[in-house]
């Protein structure tokens, strides 16, 4: 997908939340290696903050490196 804001490529990934480690992003449809995410790789630097749960969560997302926008598909349920 071409990024709406700068029409640069947008790389598609995953958008995970782990309650070890907070909020991360990973090319492709797979999580990283826990140590690499543990060792601060991918990590989501907009996620203001976390508590450390048994939460984990992942959203599908394009993301791009230009202009660091995040695009998600979504549906709020009424
Ligand atoms: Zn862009």
Redesign the pocket.
């Known amino acids: 997908m071409i ?6 490529e ?1 790389r598609k990934g995953i958008l995970y939340f782990d309650g070890r480690s907070g909020a991360h992003w990973n090319e492709g449809d797979a999580k990283q290696s826990f140590s690499k995410t543990i060792g601060g790789s991918g990590r989501v630097m907009a996620a203001k903050s976390y508590k450390a749960l048994s939460i984990t969560m992942t959203i599908d997302s394009l993301y ?6 995040m695009i998600i598909d979504t549906e709020i349920s009424r």
């Not at 990024?3 to 640069?8: A, D, L, T």
């Not at 791009?64 to 926008?69: H, N, Q, V």
């Open positions: 990024c709406p804001y700068c029409n640069g947008m791009c490196d230009s202009c660091k926008k």
